[in-house]
Nanobody
Framework: QVQLVESGGGLVQPGGSLRLSCAAS????????MRWYRQAPGKERELVAV???????IYGDPVKGRFITSRDNAKSTLYLQMNSLKPEDTGVYYC????????WGKGTLVTVSS
């Protein structure tokens, strides 16, 4: 079965960096587009980034120029490098696979605070 396991979250000061990982299993990772979403307290889940099976990237406006997503198909792992973090980046970050239905990991919490 599909499994997505996020890691790498934590507490970081404004202006700092974090690198999130998403370990995928149960499907042929290299064949699928993958997405990062986040959900801030009291807000709806929002799309952060998409990386296609071919490696093309799309970013949400709030993170453009600061976040970079990448993938290692040999390791079936998705990454999100987050730089110049702001307090408004605080939230639970999820990786997502969409194949007829949505598959989600349990998420990893990122807190940006001084």
């Amino acid at each position: 079965q599909v499994q997505l396991v996020e890691s790498g979250g934590g507490l970081v000061q404004p202006g700092g960096s974090l690198r999130l990982s998403c370990a995928a299993s149960g499907f042929t990772f290299s064949n699928h587009d993958m997405r990062w979403y986040r959900q801030a307290p009291g807000k709806e889940r929002e799309l952060v980034a998409v990386i296609s099976s071919g490696g093309n990237e799309i970013y949400g406006d709030p993170v453009k120029g600061r976040f970079i997503t990448s993938r290692d198909n040999a390791k079936s792992t998705l990454y999100l490098q987050m730089n110049s973090l702001k307090p408004e980046d605080t939230g639970v970050y999820y990786c997502n696979l969409r194949v007829l239905v949505n598959y989600w990991g349990k998420g990893t919490l990122v807190t940006v605070s001084s």
